[in-house]
């Protein structure tokens, strides 16, 4: 049995996904990031860098309890475990890979900073607002130009780099992304919507998402963008 330690987040949702779309057996435990839980001694052994999501496989490699953190190195875990959703041909397999970490070090990483600038920061700042923002735009010209050329994002199946990049690109439409400008992006898009998998994941999110909201009501929250507290509170939580 597979438990996800997460929060319905882009990151938690592609593990999400893929666990829906394996049909094995999968809990969610939730990590409510806004009450602290990832800095928890007990969350930390799973989790070090303090982050969702992690994963406990109760049957891992050898047989009893393994734990993994990073959403991509799960993704890659369960697709090797299964014999799912990565390909055996060696240049395909490849080519999955570089799409999976495309997705790890760009569009996650670029999103997320847009996001925190366009909607977070204490301060309205033109030149982190611009280079982010700017920045996801581009990505979408890549995913586009890929999409142009394969029919999903690693090659010509569909496999855990699609799920990995899907959840992240839910907000297209504020960002413009549209069929007229987008048109490749978009047939993979409508494409991923009508997976069954893909569809239990997006009704499954908001659900878990309204229940941990419901958690920390009349609960003191932390600041996720307070990164000097974030460092105290790892630091508090691992002194020897
Ligand atoms: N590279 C990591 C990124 C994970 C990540 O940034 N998780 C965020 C939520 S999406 C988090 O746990 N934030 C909690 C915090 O900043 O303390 C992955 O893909 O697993």
Redesign the pocket.
Known sequence: MIELHS?P????QKVMIMLEELGIEWKHIDVN?RLGD?FTPEYLKLSPN????AIVDTDGPGGGRYTM????AILFYLAEKTGKFLPKDARKRYDVMQWLIFQ?AHV?PMF?QANHFNNYAKERLPYPTERYNNESIRLYRVLDNRLRDSAWIGCDEYTIADMAVYPWTKMHKERGVDKAGYPNFMRWYEAMQARPAVQRNDKMAPEIRERMNKATEGKETIS?YDTKD?AARLAGATKN
């Open positions: 929060t987040t882009p990151n938690g990031i990832q303090n982050r969702i999501p953190m990073e959403s991509g790890m996650g997320g996720l974030n």
